[in-house]
Nanobody
Framework: QVQLVESGGGLVQAGDSLRLSCAAS????????MGWFRQAPGKEREFVAA????????YYADSVKGRFTISRDNAKNTVYLQMNSLKPEDTAVYYC?????????????????WGQGTQVTVSS
């Protein structure tokens, strides 16, 4: 079991930056690949970014590539999502998730544990 708690969401203007954090507790954090997903009102949950167990490999959705950066600090049991040049279409509830898969996965079914989400709202 692992518990995930996101923080750092808020209301910002287009072009601003935010950094989301996801603190993990329970099982050894470094045994999980981590991902960020988001869900906008009326839309399905979508993949945003993923990072390998050691942090050496990352993968991004095309919609955020070049603007968002995923990172992790295994000593602090925390994964981050740095979001720059935010756009109104980035407005969503952002979730972090943990996967026991060795490969980086974009499908939500591969993730075993989920946080409660944090709201990000970008005004135009």
């Amino acid at each position: 079991q692992v518990q995930l708690v996101e923080s750092g969401g808020g209301l910002v203007q287009a072009g601003d930056s935010l950094r989301l954090s996801c603190a993990a507790s329970g099982r050894t954090f470094s045994s999980f690949a981590m991902g960020w997903f988001r869900q906008a009102p009326g839309k399905e949950r979508e993949f945003v970014a993923a990072i390998s167990r050691t942090g050496g490999i990352t993968y991004y959705a095309d919609s955020v590539k070049g603007r968002f950066t995923i990172s992790r600090d295994n000593a602090k049991n925390t994964v981050y999502l740095q979001m720059n040049s935010l756009k109104p279409e980035d407005t969503a509830v952002y979730y972090c998730a943990a996967s026991t898969s060795y490969a980086l996965r974009t499908g939500s079914d591969w993730y075993d544990y989920w946080g409660q989400g944090t709201q990000v709202t970008v005004s135009s």
